[in-house]
Every structure is written in C-alpha cells, then in structure tokens.
Nanobody, 115 residues
Framework: QVQLVESGGGLVQAGGSLRLSCAAS????????MGWYRQAPGKQREFVAF???????NYVDSVKERFPISRDNAGNTVYMQMNSMKREDADVYYC?????????WGQGTQVTVSS
C-alpha cells in the first residue's frame, strides 16, 4: 500500500521558516491535487493549501504570501515553504494526495513555533 511520508517539521522561532515535504512511498497514478492540512489538539483538521496537477494553487487566507506550495516535476512530491511563521501556525501538519476518488493522507508532522 502506498503511503505518504512527511518530513521537515520541528521547532522554529516566530518569524522563522520551515520547509515541509511529502513524498509517496510508491507510484500514485493520476494525482489530481496535493495539499496540506493542519490540526490543533481538540480541533478539526483545516485546509492550508493545495496545488493541482495543472499547477493551480489555493491557500487559506491566513497563510497567503507566506506559505508557497510547490511540487517536483515528477509530481510525486509536494513541498510547502513556511515563512514568517507565527505562533498560531503551530499545529500538526498533514499532507493529502487526491487521485481519482481516492485520498491518501500522511502521518502528520509536528510544527512548533516559539516566541
């Protein structure tokens, strides 16, 4: 079974940067979109950003201009560069791939922002 493997989370100071990566452990055909979500303890998982197979992007307002999303040319790895980080960006971040009607989720990576 193909899994999504995330990396890049960790501790960062407010105003600093982190880069998240998410790669599929095997080949996933016909990926429509790749994206990032985040979830705080006791809260629902929320959308952060996505990029489509055609390169279109969309962001939640709170991260626009700060968290550019991108993907590799092979289309199997998605990145999110998190800049000018704020304390409220601290969450567990999950990547998600959508291929046809199937959704793949990563295991989550913790992002902590210190003041």
């Amino acid at each position: 079974q193909v899994q999504l493997v995330e990396s890049g989370g960790g501790l960062v100071q407010a105003g600093g940067s982190l880069r998240l990566s998410c790669a599929a452990s095997g080949k996933i055909f016909s990926i429509n979109s790749m994206g990032w979500y985040r979830q705080a303890p006791g809260k629902q998982r929320e959308f952060v950003a996505f990029i489509t197979s055609g390169g279109s992007t969309n962001y939640v307002d709170s991260v626009k201009e700060r968290f550019p999303i991108s993907r590799d040319n092979a289309g199997n790895t998605v990145y999110m560069q998190m800049n000018s980080m704020k304390r409220e960006d601290a969450d567990v971040y999950y990547c998600r791939f959508q291929a046809h009607a199937h959704l793949y989720w990563g295991q989550g990576t913790q992002v902590t922002v210190s003041s």
